[in-house]
């Protein structure tokens, strides 16, 4: 982020209401969590990998790349189908 970046949103600080500045304390607070959660298990990590208990460590993948979209289906639901087919 650029000095000039981090100064006009400093500026439009001063615009806010407090509800406002409420719901952006709390996103803040939720980011920075999660930064923390990040680094410590970074952390950790490094310490299996620099110890020898582990070679290497797969990457994992967070929830919002694992969503799927919903699809919709004509017909009869998929629940008696299953049952339908069965018989």
Avoid: C, W
Avoid at 18 to 39: F, H, T
Avoid at 52 to 78: A, D, E, F
């Amino acid at each position: 982020m650029t000095q000039a970046t981090l100064i006009n949103l400093i500026s439009q600080l001063e615009t806010l209401e407090l509800e406002e500045l409420q719901k952006l304390s709390q996103a803040i607070k939720v980011r920075l969590n999660a930064i923390d959660e990040s680094d410590k298990l970074a952390g950790f990590y490094s310490s299996l990998l620099t110890s020898g208990l582990v070679s290497h460590i797969k990457q994992t993948y967070s929830q919002q790349q694992s969503r799927l979209s919903l699809i919709s289906v004509q017909g009869n639901p998929i629940s008696q189908t299953i049952i339908e087919e069965r018989r």
